[in-house]
């Protein structure tokens, strides 16, 4: 398969600065909560957020490096690899945008921007990252986890009509 090097270095700077901000967002949120308590369970609660904002930054650096391998490998002309690695770099990325869910509002503006910069790059990823993050944007408060679990269970279970 050819793989279109410009794309790819487009959705890598993309990523990269998605990443660097998410980072900087991370360390803020560290400095500002400190030490969190394990028990937190509450959404948009300290440890909630801490552990959105580890999931965004995760999910984004892991498409990052697929991404980087993929161009790696494409120049090295080892195309299977090189497939591979794009097609793992086309996945939605694991905890974007659901860490999300588990933030405090408002959201930081790093976060804020580096979601808007993953959402513009909704084109190059399977499924509709683009609705997901706009969903998320809109959520007035945390979602996740959810204060009743056997009603959230039953929404994922039975979508309503």
């Known amino acids: 398969m050819l793989h279109d090097l410009g794309e790819l270095g487009r959705v890598g700077r993309a990523l990269s600065a998605a990443l660097a901000l998410l980072e900087s967002e991370r360390a803020r949120l560290e400095r500002h909560y400190g030490e969190t308590p394990y028990g937190d369970c509450e959404a948009g609660g300290a440890r909630q957020t801490l552990l959105g904002i580890r999931d965004l930054s995760r999910g984004v650096g892991d498409a990052l490096r697929y991404v980087a391998l993929g161009v790696g490998y494409v120049s090295l002309g080892l195309d299977e690899r090189a497939d591979h690695a794009v097609r793992m770099a086309r996945m939605r990325p694991v905890g974007v945008p659901s860490g999300l869910d588990r933030m405090a509002r408002p959201l930081g503006a790093d976060t804020v921007r580096a979601m808007e910069l993953v959402r513009d790059l909704g084109d190059f990823f399977a499924g509709d990252v683009a609705l997901a993050v706009e969903v998320a944007f ?24």
Do not use: F, M, N
Not at 138 to 152: G, I, K, L, N, V
């Open 138 to 161: 809109a959520a007035p408060r945390a979602t996740y986890p959810p204060e009743d679990w056997a009603s959230y269970g039953r929404r994922r279970v039975d979508p309503p009509d």
